[in-house]
């Protein structure tokens, strides 16, 4: 076996290509488009390089990839946060505890070579990538927002000596049991009570005029969790581009004050599961109509995003929030609503959603190691 740098396009398409080998067999594995993440790491594409140092390399044993990994330093964060950390993300390898060994230990030797302290991952190069190993909910399918990993990936961890760092949970809950009715009368109540005003919208420029104010309280909104990462202008932009094509403008939801300042959104995405499956990495020649229906005809839906201003946390905005979303999936015939990867101890967004009923259906966390 030996560990390879990938240096050329055709090498980054390779290592791109890798899971698709890994969890061809796999019912629960959801392929991404594979030109999207080419240009993951593509400079000039994805901004996340301009202030990252990525250093993608591949594990071959008899000229066959059996292990891949992306090791990232993210410089805002060791410069502006004084976390010195190397992040590592896009972590898949056989279950062969030497490719697993070798892999991490290419991203332990970035770490000596650049002062820093320790390794901490899967994660990407911000908080709006895809983060954790799976530990439990193996027989669930995966979403388009999240890594799918077969279960000795956390043996792998223990026996190389990493630690867990953060835990995560999966929650989703059944559309029939919500009280619809509830949230309405809540909504006019707290529309009423602090003169705000939800807004819809029917097409993507419409929400386009709204999306980098999304962004920006975004950023306010999630500063205090842990490694929190702004996103700047040319990261927006270029989340603009990835996501929105992909959302239903009508399942966008803002909350205005009355000087129509935005104090809170929320964001949720139709399954496309199950149509990445069936695209299996490519838009063409077929793959953008399976997305395109699911778009069209969902039957579960991911929530995505959700944000309040804090001058507005507590004063019940979530209730306007969750009544526009409601109303405008209610006769949908959406079955479920699941929950995108949260922070166990994120109390708060646990209380958000408790009158649902969520059950939590997988867990994951981020390993930690001191080098």
Known sequence: MKIDQVKTKNELIEFVKFPFKLYKESKYWVPPIIKEEVNSFTKGVNPNLDNCDVNLYVAKSKSKIVGRIAIIINWYEVNNQKIKKVRFGWFDFINDLKV?????QKAGDICKKNNLDFLEGPIGFSNL??????TSGFKEISTMISWYNYPYYKNHF??????VEKEYLENKFNFKNIDIDYYERMSLIVQKR????????????????FADQMFELFNITYSKLASFIPV????????????LS???PEYLKFVL?????LIGFAVIMPSFAKALQKANG??????????????RFPKNVTLFLIGVHPDFQKKGVTAILFNSLLQSLKDKGIKECIRTAELKDNFEISRLWKNFNPVTYKTRCTYKKNI
């Open 100 to 104: 697993s060994k070798a892999l991490l």
């Open 129 to 134: 990538d895809k983060v954790g190993v799976l």
């Open 158 to 163: 223990e026996n190389l000596n990493f630690s």
């Open 194 to 209: 602090f003169d705000l005003k939800p807004v819809s919208f029917n097409s993507t420029n419409k929400v386009l005029e």
């Open 232 to 243: 700047n202008q040319k990261q927006i932009n270029y989340m603009k581009d990835k996501f």
């Open 246 to 248: 992909f959302i239903n």
């Open 257 to 261: 004050d009355k000087d129509n300042k």
């Open 282 to 295: 490519s838009l063409f020649p077929f793959g953008f109509l399976h997305l395109l229906h699911a778009k």
